[in-house]
């Protein structure tokens, strides 16, 4: 309400009834005709909202003309002060908003005190005062309001770049730590937005499809409209507006779309708008530019509105809310992109490594189960066991493991270290590491090539025994008897070959095979050199009387080596400080937590949790795996009696084997794996 309006209803006779005399309203005449005729006034009019009121009018630019301020210098007579007081209530707002004072004809007889600041008191006239005085003070009332409106503005415009200062460097701050490409995009829009009050907006990002550049279309967003949209591509040319704005480097500024420049390259396609409702009217459009100056990314502003909070549900909404990206926004906006282009470029560039890296660490496993088919697919079903384990364990709210989390840089250090816990595998010779028998290929066909010349050698001294005979005239009964000899002795040798195949497989023999095996090893033969050698080495003896498995105690320690070797490999690599840990988990699967475990003897304080939750893991799909060609897959129930038994033996940890039972890992893991 205007202070006419506002004080239009006071009349003289309301003012009579307050006790005021007509002397005051003399005065007012006057000084209405002193401040109407004075022509050294800037002045928008002089009205008299009140009998008793004369108001002088000015309107000021302020804020380099960005607004203007309508002033008013109110003169009212003392007497006013003293019995009317209630008149100068309507001014209140605009005397604590800066935009009105009052001037004061005559001495009050009421001291002023403290509260006539409140009152909006500026200065007091004589009762008599000329024209110079009354234009002095009106120049100097509004000089003073006009100070202040300035000091205002610039206190205002302060806090406005103070706050905006401050996003920019929230932004900033925020766009620098992700590295999620799909996640920083959403970032940027979100602030882009919010620092220029567009109510929606999109981004494209730049590729290179042979030898042609195209926009893809990644993200849109709108605070008034819902709709589904996904990624299409269209060409990077100046023909649309997101391409020109790539294909010139240039930021575009529209306030409105329907209605472009006659000279303008590209036109806008309204085929959006008609699907969904949504009108769009003024759009902001910059590129997003590499430190290497190339244009990777386009973010585009659709229709600033004056009240952000405000949806645009229907045309007049538009029309009342929506106005043209001021040069503010475009230069905020200038100042986001600059920033998000370094940031795009650097998480781009992340993305890339982390592929690169995430391709290394899949060679990797197909080159250590190259080198033991028998185990292929066991790392990666480890790592995905271990990881839904941990999930789980990180969801506990109570119990040992309450307190333990994992965030999404925790789980992918894990994924990499379940995935590459058997990556020591390469630094163990093949034909220990894939043995599937107790001597080696070249030991057995040594066996069988002594065991062949022993046979040769038999027949040949039975030979040179029968023409001896033949030649002292012998019978054929004694030579008969000679031939049966050799039959037997043949038999026994074939009989000892079959023991040594026997005991060569990976099982539990009985205890009169061992024996068996002791007596051929102590049978001799003669070879061409005339040395007594016995049917089996020492070291061939050995590897036939291992109790259990293929291999031998040496053997065994090499296998137990690729622990030692995946730490030693894996510590060469630059993991970076997300992913350091990563030689340490993969290391300490196979430790204990009674310490007996290997290769550092580790007790249970010292092993991380992660390599516990991957030994629980690594035991079970061990257990029941059904592509070991040298045993049967064991059902669930045993192996979890198994894991439960390895927790009585003090091996595994009680705690997170009851969280692997009690969750079903294995059902979480092949419903996950379905879900893909």
Sequence with gaps: MSVDAALGSRSEAAAAALGVASGPLTTMDRIEGLLASDTRLSKEGVTRPHALLAAVWRLTSISGGRSQLRLATVFAPAALWDRARDLLEPLSRRVAEGTAVVVLVGRPRTPLREDAARWGIASILAEDAGADDVYLAAHHAF????????????????????????????????????????????????????????????????????????????????????????????????????????????????PDVYDLPPDSTFGFDPTLDRRTGYQTRSMLVAPLISQRDEVIGVIQLINKKRDSGRKLSTPSDVTDQVVPFDDRSEELLGLLAA?????????????????????????????????????????????????????????????????????????????????????????????VLVKPRKLHDEQLELIRARFDFVARSLEAEILARKIRLFEEGAAPPDLGALDRELETRRSGLEAAWQAVCAAN????????????????????????????????????????????????????????????????????????????????????????????????????????????????????????????????????????????????????????????????????????????
Excluded at 172 to 179: E, F
Excluded at 218 to 240: G, H, M, W, Y
Aim: aromatic share 6%.
């Design 143 to 254: 000089d003073l309001m006009e100070t202040r409106a300035r000091a205002d503005a610039r206190g205002h415009w302060l806090r406005r770049y103070r706050v905006e200062l401050g996003e920019l460097i929230d932004i900033a701050r925020a766009m620098t730590t992700i590295r999620d490409v799909d996640q920083l995009l959403g970032v940027i829009l979100v602030k882009s937005r919010s620092i220029t009050g567009a109510d929606a907006g999109s981004i494209y990002i730049v590729e290179q499809r042979d030898d042609q550049r195209i926009l893809r279309f990644k993200l849109t967003q709108n605070d008034s409209v819902a709709f589904d949209s996904s990624e299409f591509t269209i060409p990077l040319s100046d023909r649309s507006i997101a391409g020109c704005c790539a294909h010139d480097k240039r930021t575009l500024n529209i």
């Design 339 to 431: 920033q998000a282009g370094v940031s795009l470029e650097t998480a781009m560039l992340y993305d890339e490594i982390r592929r690169l890296f995430e391709g290394f660490v899949g060679a990797s496993v197909e080159a250590i189960e190259s080198r033991d088919p028998t185990t292929s697919g066991h790392s990666r079903r480890v790592a995905r066991l271990t990881l839904q384990l941990a999930k789980v364990v990180d969801a506990e709210t109570v119990g040992t493991y309450a307190a333990a989390s994992f965030t999404a840089e925790d789980l992918r250090e894990l994924e990499y270290a379940s995935l590459l816990h058997d990556f020591g595998k390469i630094g163990v010779r093949e034909k």
């Design 505 to 676: 497989e990976p099982t539990i023999l009985a205890a009169s095979v061992f024996a068996q095996i002791d007596e051929i090893a102590k049978a001799t033969f003669v070879d061409l050199e005339g040395t007594v050698r016995t049917l089996l080495s020492d070291d061939e003896l050995s590897c036939l009387k291992v109790s259990k498995g293929s291999l031998t105690p040496v053997e065994f320690e090499e296998i137990r080596s690729h622990v030692s070797h995946t730490s030693r490999f894996l510590s060469q690599i630059p993991w970076g400080k997300s992913l350091r840990r990563v030689p340490l988990i993969a290391g300490a699967h196979h430790e204990r937590l009674n310490g007996t475990g290997y290769p550092n003897r580790l007790r249970a304080e010292e092993i991380p949790l992660q390599s516990k939750m991957m030994s629980i893991a690594d035991v079970f799909d061990a257990l029941t795996a059904s592509d070991r060609p040298y045993k049967k897959a064991v059902p669930v129930d045993r192996a979890i009696d198994i894991l439960e038994y390895g927790v009585r033996d003090g091996h595994l940890d009680g705690e997170l084997v009851r969280i692997f039972k009690d969750a079903r890992i294995w059902e979480r893991v092949s419903g996950e794996a379905r879900g893909r």
